[in-house]
């Protein structure tokens, strides 16, 4: 059974720019959870999606959004990109929602750097 | 509020030595607790869960909950065991794991 899939694996922007991140769940996996991991602040919680509905959010202003599509796959968007957004975006999948029920299976991660 | 909280970055130990990584939390109700692993060059994945009081590569984790506490231990530590270790807690108010910063083992031959 193929993994979580982020794509892209690396990438590069400026500030003023935005950024969609993707990634594909587990085959049957109907919940994705994305994070945002930094040195300094570690794993922070962005967005759970569900069903092609956001379920749960993290505290992370609106420049930070995400969609879930029909075949569980998800996207996630961050507009007017700041330094401080650069970090290892991480997406989880699991076959129920919320972590309670199951356990989450993570992607290798995006890392975008904002110069 | 909900968090969980790893007091040591670093953790290094000899092969064979006992090990423990210590995770303390910050919850008014009933928690669920994890550990997640990550080692090297390899995604990060669940290690074992409070709830299926389970050993797991030699780990084992109990809950504690008048110290709110959640450690993992290892009676003998392996080469391999290096990685960095992860507790997170669900209950969170989003329904969300909340994650500790983490503590990086490091077991020297």
């Known amino acids: 059974k193929a993994g979580v899939t982020q794509t892209p694996r690396y990438l590069i922007k400026t500030r003023g720019q935005q950024v969609t991140l993707s990634c594909s769940p587990i085959s049957g996996h109907r919940s994705v959870s994305w994070y945002q991991q930094t040195p300094g602040q570690g794993l922070q919680f962005l967005f759970e999606?569900?069903?092609?509905?956001?379920?749960n959010k993290g505290n992370f202003p609106g420049r930070f959004s995400g969609r879930q599509f029909s075949n569980s796959r998800s996207e996630m968007n961050v507009s007017t990109l700041e330094l401080g957004d650069s970090a290892l975006y991480l997406c989880a999948s699991s076959l129920v929602q919320g972590i309670s029920t199951g356990e989450l299976f993570f992607g290798e991660g995006s890392r975008l750097t904002v110069l | 509020a909900q968090r969980v909280t790893q007091p040591e970055k670093l953790l290094s130990v000899f092969k064979g030595a006992p090990v423990e990584l210590k995770c303390n939390y910050s919850y008014s109700g009933s928690p669920e607790l994890f550990w997640y692993v990550q080692y090297s060059r390899q995604r990060l994945q669940l290690l074992l869960r409070?709830?299926s009081r389970e050993s797991i590569k030699g780990f084992t984790a109990d809950l504690n909950k008048g110290e709110t506490s959640f450690h993992l231990k290892k009676p003998f530590a392996q080469e391999e065991d290096s990685a960095m270790y992860y507790c997170a807690l669900s209950g969170g108010s989003q329904g969300n794991l909340i994650f500790g910063k983490g503590t990086k083992l490091s077991v020297k031959p």
């Open positions: 999606y569900f069903s092609e509905t956001q379920r």
């Open positions: 409070h709830i």
